[in-house]
């Protein structure tokens, strides 16, 4: 039955203007700009231009920051679904979503990993995901894969591939990255108004949280942590924890590593000695799970956050690229106020 299903997309996919979305190499752009109307619209996604001749219909996103951005767009009619694990961490619990209206529109496809065959089964025109955020070459969930079954695909911008070698990821400021795909998709979609007032708003929030922050002092030094018990997974420059870290006034202690989400030593947390530890919340791990055993660990022992118990937990979608990036950036600054002051 599924190969049977594949052979017949395939047929489909003599073209993907049937999906609504063409790949381009740019020397169309011009004539489509003077297209009348707002299609057909031609956007750059992670270095490769497509031209859309309508607004796709049918997108299945992976991972609950991505469905977000679709719903803070207000884009659960072009949706056939979403895929996302059921982390059931606090505020990321699908009761108290801020986007709960989005959850309880758009069918919740699955909880286990993004495939081929339920792309298929959904009737998708579009997959809305990421390098390692459903999109992976060792899975063969890839755009090219998909694009062969005749459905497009829009990649994640915090997860864009970086450089030559293919494995690191991040080609701009994490908050830039979540300002482009807003704006980005909101051409897609021809709800750029819409994008432009998010962006907007986002920035202010993020300014607002930042003019708390003392232009003289000193910045406390963070360290994200995602989970890893022999070695710590943490955040490069490109991943959403470091803008959240400095915009809410900390220094980023790693900050140098130029990737998204990365694995480290232990030994490179001791030596830089963060002040507060930021906990990613997800998972079956619990954040006080976590938390219990950063505060047993012997390296860490003299580490300044974990003598001081500075420890702060934001929740998994607060801190991959999402529409939550903002109020993350403005609740960490309050916490950072009171390690300041203290």
Known sequence: MRTARICLALLAAVTLT????????????????????????????????????????????????????????????????????????????????????????????????????????????????????????????????????????????????????????????????????LETLGKVFDVEDRARTLVEGFKKRVADAQAGVPKDGRAPRVFLYDDGRDKPLTAGTFAGPHDIITKAGGDHVMKDLKDSWVTVGWETVVERDPEVIVINNYGNVSAEEKKKFLMSYPPLANVSAIKNDRVFVLDYVDLVESPRNPAAVAALADYLKGVRNG
């Open 18 to 181: 049937s999906c609504g979305a063409k790949v381009s190499d740019g020397s169309g752009d011009k004539q489509s700009e003077a297209g009348s109307g707002h299609y057909p619209v031609t956007v750059e996604n992670c270095g490769v231009k497509t031209t859309y001749d309508k607004a796709p219909r049918r997108v299945v996103t992976n991972d609950v920051g991505i469905a977000e951005i679709m719903f803070a767009l207000g884009l659960e009619d072009h949706m056939a679904g979403y895929v996302a694990p059921d982390y059931k961490t606090g505020r990321d619990d699908k009761g108290e979503a801020p986007w709960k209206s989005g959850y309880d529109k758009v069918k919740w496809l699955s909880k286990k990993e993004i495939n081929k065959e339920l792309v298929l089964d959904a009737k998708a025109d579009l997959v809305f995901a990421g390098w390692n955020y459903g999109f992976g070459e060792g899975n063969a969930f890839t755009p090219e894969a998909l694009k062969k079954l005749g459905v497009g695909s829009y990649v994640l911008t915090e997860s864009c591939h970086n450089g030559g070698t293919g494995k690191s990821r991040g080609v701009m400021p994490p908050l830039e990255a979540l300002y482009t795909d």
